[in-house]
């Protein structure tokens, strides 16, 4: 491919971009294949209550089962299904599955315990989130709660007040509302004052190393203490040790997520290590 100029000259593309950008067509190709093949699947990874460590929810993380070269991570796929728009039919596939989910999840004695989904900025923007919301939870009877998003802040920072009455729109039909990976992006404290959600999620980048890394800890803590005062509740995500559980616990974090209590898992595996549900 060559690229037009101005005066209508033409530059050549080097052959290792063009290589590059033949594999990425290729990708995309392949990647649609795969949402009508069925080759996504989703993993479960369960958030504990940090005072008493009871499951309160599931996050729910894609993954490509791919025939021949195994299990790929979203890292791999979930950029070029956002840039290629595949990601709002791959997105609606696993709100889908994610309702479907927590329907089992309620049948096998655990209906408190929510499934949260990762919405991606594109379909934030589609406008048809909040209707594809409605029909779910009529057709699931999802009661309140039972579903939560998890956006980004970049995705809410945007377009702020369209993204603060899509936001009010989702709350009104039960949903909780998270936000992802906090403290990664460039909130501004006016602009989180006046957002209407449940939750912030501390990246696991200051979750890392908090029971030992002073700035990390000053981080946590001000993040946990700014969003009890805006009456949110607050998740660590990527605790990895028992000092970090312990660290987070004793300065009132409401909820833990990471490897040291249960990595990502299929849903079977996922019921099986949180026994009998009550
Ligand atoms: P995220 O939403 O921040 O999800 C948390 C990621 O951290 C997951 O990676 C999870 O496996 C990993 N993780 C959990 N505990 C630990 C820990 O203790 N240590 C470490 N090092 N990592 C931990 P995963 O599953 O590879 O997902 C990566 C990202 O892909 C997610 O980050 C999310 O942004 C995106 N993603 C996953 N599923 C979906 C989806 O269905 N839709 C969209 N739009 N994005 C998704
Ligand atoms: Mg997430
Ligand atoms: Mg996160
Ligand atoms: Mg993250």
């Known amino acids: 491919e060559a690229k037009r100029l101005g005066d209508g000259q033409t530059v050549e593309f080097s052959p290792v971009f063009e290589a590059v950008m033949r594999e990425r067509l290729d990708l995309v190709a ?31 993380l894609i993954r490509w089962r791919h025939p021949e070269r195994g299990l790929i991570p979203p890292a791999v796929f979930i950029a070029i299904c956002e840039d290629s728009g595949l990601i709002v039919p791959l997105g609606r596939w696993v709100l889908r599955e994610a309702c479907r989910f927590q329907q089992r999840m309620a049948a096998a004695g655990w209906p408190q315990v929510s499934v ?16 594809d919301v409605r029909l779910l939870v009529a057709e699931y009877g999802l ?20 993204a603060i009455t899509t936001l009010q729109r989702l709350r009104d039909l039960g949903i909780v509302l998270s936000i992802d990976d906090f403290g990664t992006g460039y909130s501004s404290m006016s602009y989180l004052r006046r957002l209407p959600v449940d939750k912030l999620k501390i990246d696991r980048e200051f979750v890392n190393h908090v029971d030992q890394d002073e700035k990390n800890a000053a981080i946590c803590e001000s993040i946990i203490a700014m969003a009890h005062r805006f009456g949110m509740k607050v998740v660590a995500e990527g605790v990895e040790t028992l000092e970090q559980l312990e660290w987070l616990r004793k300065h009132q974090c409401d909820a833990l997520q990471g490897y040291v209590l249960a990595r990502p898992m299929p849903f079977d595996d996922m019921l099986a290590a949180l026994g009998p549900g009550k």
């Open 30 to 60: 392949r990647l649609q294949e795969a949402i009508s093949r069925s080759e996504f699947e989703l993993f479960f990874q369960p958030q504990f209550r940090a005072t008493d460590r009871r499951p309160i929810g599931v996050e729910a």
């Open 116 to 131: 949260a989904v990762n919405v991606s900025a594109l379909q934030f923007q589609s406008g048809h989130l909040v209707e």
């Open 143 to 162: 009661p309140p709660g039972a579903l939560e998003l998890e956006l980004t802040e970049s995705i809410v920072m945007e377009n702020s007040d369209a």
